[in-house]
């Protein structure tokens, strides 16, 4: 059963802690992205990576950071630099054929940091 | 400068009314077009997608969607709407090229009455 994963679906963290958010697809798709999902804020792009060892700021990095070191897992690392870490965060991928640009998203985790 | 404005944050529609989203881009290229559904808690579904030939798209759980160039609009529509479909519906735009990067609509709240 294809899909994405996100682990765990809620998390709590005490503030001044790197938590790490788990991402992993097997879609086989080559692009993957991270989003950040606040009340009334839509969906604000944090990073991305196209291919397998490359990834690019989105329009909101600041405080966080990501690797891609295989195809299927794109985890995102929310440190203690990011001011105000408490929201949803949404992982997808997407296929790279000529074409095609939707995105599949997985169920989100929810992080708290108090 | 590339966004999409859904006017409408919030809605409310009586179970069995028709519905309609709005939807409006402004982009440089031609456009792929996206709808996509938000359960509370959970990712997003896509709902369905307009690339290009017939400008009147049929999607999943009865919606469709219309592409309109000339206003710059894709507005989403339901004939009858069920309580199920009490949701946050989110429209999103892309390109054709290496860009897969989505804009995103700050989406539309979905409220049924019984």
């Known amino acids: 059963d294809g899909g994405i994963t996100q682990s765990p679906k809620y998390l709590f963290r005490k503030e001044g802690q790197n938590v790490t958010l788990s991402c992993e697809q097997n879609?086989?798709?080559?692009?993957m992205y991270w989003y950040r999902q606040d009340p009334g804020q839509g969906l604000r792009l944090i990073y991305y990576?196209?291919?397998?060892?490359?990834?690019q700021k989105g329009d909101i990095a600041e405080g966080y950071s990501v690797s891609r070191e295989k195809k299927e897992s794109f985890p995102l690392t929310v440190t203690s630099a990011q001011k105000n870490p408490t929201a949803f965060y949404l992982c997808a991928s997407s296929p790279q054929e000529v074409g095609t640009h939707e995105q599949y998203f997985g169920p989100g985790t929810r992080l708290t940091v108090t | 400068a590339q966004s999409v404005t859904q006017p409408d944050i919030h809605i409310t529609v009586s179970e069995g009314a028709s519905l309609e989203l709005r939807c409006n881009y402004s982009y440089g290229a031609t456009p792929y077009l996206f709808w996509y559904v938000q359960s509370p808690g959970q990712g997003l579904q896509l709902l369905l997608k307009y690339f290009s030939g017939d400008t009147l798209v049929q999607g999943i759980k009865g919606f469709e969607a219309e592409f309109k160039r000339s206003q710059s609009s894709f507005n989403l529509r339901k004939p009858s709407v069920h309580w199920s479909d009490a949701a946050e519906y989110f429209c999103a735009v892309g390109g054709a090229g290496n860009n897969r990067k989505l804009i995103w609509g700050l989406g539309t709240s979905l409220a049924v009455n019984p």
């Open positions: 990576s196209q291919i397998v060892n490359d990834f």
């Open positions: 879609l086989n798709h080559d692009a």
